[in-house]
């Protein structure tokens, strides 16, 4: 079994930063990617970013791109947002997906990121 722990939200004025964490643990094997989704009360989760475990390739939501990096550290099996220049439509409860090569996906608890105008 596979263990994510999110870190790192919070309440930030738009325009402003945050930097979000995910700690996987467990039985971490065979991952091909892993990634950040978003969801709003009532509404679908929502692809937000994902990076390549191996290689490193990345992709975003047009939604956040050149606001938001997505990075991991393989050493530490942890995977980061780095989201800039806020904007209150991001508010959402964030969640880290981690993906072995479809076989399998796990999700984390979630974290709340709230941007106030």
């Known amino acids: 079994q596979v263990q994510l722990v999110e870190s790192g939200g919070g309440l930030v004025q738009s325009g402003g930063s945050l930097r979000l964490s995910c700690a996987a643990s467990?039985?971490?094997?065979?991952?091909?990617?892993m990634g950040w989704y978003r969801q709003v009360s009532g509404k679908e989760r929502e692809f937000v970013a994902a990076?390549?475990?191996?290689?490193?390739?990345?992709n975003y939501a047009d939604s956040v791109k050149g606001r938001f990096t997505i990075s991991r550290d393989n050493v530490k099996n942890t995977v980061y947002l780095q989201m800039n220049s806020l904007k209150p439509e991001d508010t959402a409860a964030y969640y880290c997906?981690?993906?072995?090569?479809?076989?399998?996906?796990?999700w984390g608890q979630g974290t709340q990121v709230t941007v106030s105008s």
């Open positions: 997906h981690l993906d072995r090569f479809g076989a399998a996906d796990y």
């Open positions: 467990g039985s971490i094997s065979r991952v091909s990617a």
């Open positions: 990076i390549s475990w191996s290689g490193g390739g990345t």
